[in-house]
């Protein structure tokens, strides 16, 4: 399935059942495609949009658009941990908002202040719950091996526990986009 998967423009699978013994098989693939899952309503009709600003984020958001149309409701939330830093003088994720809100989307921008010690990736996970979100949207860094292990990952955490169906776009391996790469690769087949 993976040499499949990596062709293709949407992938929907759901979440394995931690308790039965051949979901263990499924659970080795899930970094190669996604997890599979029990089975949901109609997602999208409450979006959360996770958002840190990063490209991947904005990325996600993009490739979303056509999701988001359809939606009843859509969150934008930002994770904030304490810091020293001065206050900000703009709301984080008030610049996507207007862009989505540009496409017709009803949007709000809501931010979640979280001890240093909380994992986002749970964070993310209450709000979705507490919103009573039937669709998480986020991107990742694509982390592997080492960085992965030390860094953790947040996109991991959340497919691994969601209560709904994640829309997760994965950062290309070389850092660029898939509309960055895409012309790369169809001049390497012509020539």
Excluded at 26 to 54: K, Y
Excluded at 69 to 87: M, W
């Amino acid at each position: 399935m993976p040499p499949y998967a990596r062709l293709t423009d949407l992938i929907v699978l759901g979440q394995t059942d931690p308790v039965d013994p051949a979901a263990f098989v499924a659970e080795q693939f899930v970094e190669h495609i996604v997890l599979s899952a029990d089975t949901f309503g109609p997602p999208g009709r409450h979006v959360l949009i996770a958002w840190d600003g990063s490209r991947e984020a904005t990325r996600a958001v993009h490739d979303a658009l056509p999701f988001l149309a359809y939606a009843a409701k859509v969150s934008l939330l930002t994770v904030d941990s304490p810091t020293d830093q001065p206050p900000r003088d703009r709301i984080p994720g008030a610049d996507i908002a207007l862009r989505v809100a540009r496409h017709g989307v009803k949007i709000d921008v809501r931010e979640l202040s979280v001890e240093s010690d909380t994992p986002v990736g749970d964070a993310l996970l209450s709000q979705a719950d507490e919103l009573g979100c039937d669709m998480i949207v986020m991107g990742t860094h694509g982390r592997r091996g080492f960085r992965r292990l030390v860094l953790g990952s947040v996109a991991g955490r959340v497919l691994r526990s969601a209560s709904c169906p994640v829309l997760l776009i994965p950062a290309s391996a070389n850092g660029a986009t898939a509309d960055q790469t895409a012309p790369a690769l169809a001049e390497k087949e012509l020539t």
